[in-house]
């Protein structure tokens, strides 16, 4: 807990813990034995893990194997994010280390994917003399042609579609890091005019993927042992509205699938919250107990500069209203301190924001100003760092005793979580998560993996829940009641 991610400040551990990630595949996956090996490094959100997934699936298949081990690896493939500064800066050192690696191995083969490779583009090549390929947000499909192209005659390749194009999502089911959850992409891109935000620059306009094409992947996913699917999307909430459709009506839909325990999505956004999709939370009992809608600020002042489309006041009223219908519900929250012209005033009200509705884990940013972006040379970064910096602790602090608080006060109550995994150190200390997305740490076996298991928890830290087995894990949950009450 002592490490420090530098772009939050937040401790790893809880990077590690949450919605946001970064870090080399390892164990790496499967892929073809004897084949050449990649090396997957994957910056930033869920969306880029399954991003990689797709990478992965199309690599395997091309015959390519995978590794944690920089000196086996022939090809270092990284999948990137864009939204902040730093992430694109890190990318950038590392292609400095693999640039003196080629010198003694000049077949290595180095790739750039996703959001960072679709805005730089030409930029990263002619920066990078050493770097083979950059493909797009919408070019994962075709990582392994380029791949084999490269290798086969080291010519350098820049691939970026035309991000309005439709997405093909050929998934293999079965190649997935986990064997009891999975995470659906339901839609691409995003339409919203947050002035902060590159996403719509980098992922192009918002395109929702069918009922038909979720509910025929959900169902292939759940016949191959998946228990617990997350949707992902931007603006998840917002799926299929120009089909006609809402994620509300998905969640009942999905809620008639047999064998398949819980759906989680991920994330919300306040202007698309509706009644249709809460009463769905509501009633659906395989819905997960956890909404991440990112408030970004609590100064109604501010949120009109960001173009978010809604008040601290209505923001409020949403959660209040969640609060009211749906019994046991935990909110998550993404913060920005220091946007442009940020007073300590507006600041006030973020504080006030964070005091009153007591998220479960909240990810606070400090600006990161972005070319392409609505705010960019229009808005001025006019807050000095060091009090972005500032702000940003202040906030940490209060999450940080938030959760000690809430923390706390779960001790004695009983969950049932769906095991995630083991400590890579202690394969005997496992971890899942209860429908509210808390993580509870307990003792057992590694084989218990994509079961359930009921819990009692003994032990908190603002971090870590830790529990102990009540009961033997099962395959299904023995009370979906539990979490939606304890
Ligand atoms: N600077 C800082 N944080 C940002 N985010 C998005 N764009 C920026 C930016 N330019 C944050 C928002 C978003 C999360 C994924 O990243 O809080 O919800
Ligand atoms: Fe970015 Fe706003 Fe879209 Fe979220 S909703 S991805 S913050 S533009």
Redo the contacts with the bound molecule.
């Keep these: 807990m002592d490490q420090k991610d530098a772009a939050t400040g937040l401790p790893r551990e809880w990077q590690n813990a949450g919605i946001m990630n970064d870090a080399v595949l390892s164990p790496p996956p499967v892929g073809t034995p004897g084949g050449p090996k990649v090396l997957l490094e994957v910056f930033g ?1 869920q969306m880029n893990k399954l991003d990689a997934e797709l990478v992965v699936t199309a690599l395997k298949r091309a015959g390519y194997d995978f590794t944690d081990d920089d000196d086996e690896a022939a090809a270092v493939l990284l999948v990137t994010c864009a ?2 500064d730093q992430a694109e800066h890190r990318v950038h050192s590392h292609l400095g280390e693999l640039a003196v690696a080629k010198r003694s191995r000049p077949d290595l083969a180095v790739g750039v994917l996703g959001c960072q490779a679709q805005r730089e583009g030409q930029d990263l090549l002619t920066r990078w003399p050493s770097l083979d390929f950059v493909a797009g947000t919408r070019d994962f499909g075709k990582v392994a042609k380029l791949l084999d192209q490269v290798r086969a005659d080291r010519t350098r390749v820049l691939s970026i579609e035309g991000i309005a194009d439709e997405v093909s999502e050929q998934r293999d089911v079965t190649v997935r890091p986990h064997r009891g959850r999975a995470f659906v992409n339901v839609m691409r891109g995003c339409d919203k005019p947050c002035t ?3 996403v719509p620059r980098t992922r192009g306009a918002e395109v929702s993927r069918s009922m038909v094409d979720v509910v025929t992947e959900v169902e292939e996913l759940v016949a191959d042992g998946v228990k617990e699917v997350t949707l992902l999307g931007q603006t998840v909430n917002a799926w299929g509205r120009h089909e006609g459709h809402s994620l509300g009506e998905l969640l009942h839909r999905l809620e008639d699938i047999d064998d398949l325990h819980r759906v989680r999505f991920i994330t919300s956004h306040p202007e698309e919250m509706d009644d249709t999709l809460v009463s769905a939370i509501a009633a659906c009992r395989k819905s997960g107990l956890f909404l991440h809608l ?1 408030p ?1 600020s609590g100064s109604s002042r501010m949120l009109r500069r960001m173009a978010r489309g809604y008040t601290n006041e209505r923001y409020r009223e949403i959660i209040a209203q969640l609060r009211e219908r749906i019994p046991g519900i935990e909110i998550g929250g ?3 301190v220091g946007f442009s012209g940020e007073t300590d005033e507006d600041f006030e009200a973020t504080v006030d924001l964070l005091r009153d509705v007591r998220f479960s884990q909240s ?1 606070i ?6 070319p392409g ?1 609505p705010a960019f040379g229009r808005l001025e970064d006019d807050v000095p760092d060091k009090v972005k910096r500032k702000r940003l602790k202040i906030l940490n602090e209060i999450q940080t005793e938030i959760m000690r608080e809430r923390h706390e006060a779960l001790i004695g109550t009983r969950h049932e979580v769906l095991v995630e995994g083991s400590s890579r150190k202690d394969a005997r200390r496992l971890f899942g998560r209860n429908l509210a997305f808390d993580r509870l740490v307990f003792e057992g076996e590694s084989s218990w993996e994509g079961q359930f298991v009921t819990l009692e928890v003994t032990g908190a830290t603002p971090l870590t829940l830790s529990a102990k087995v009540l009961a033997e894990p099962t395959d299904a949950p023995r009370d979906t009641t539990l979490a939606r009450t304890t």
């Design positions: 959100c939204i902040r902060y935000c590159v990112p970004q993404d913060i920005i990810y940013f400090r600006y990161s100003p972005r972006t």
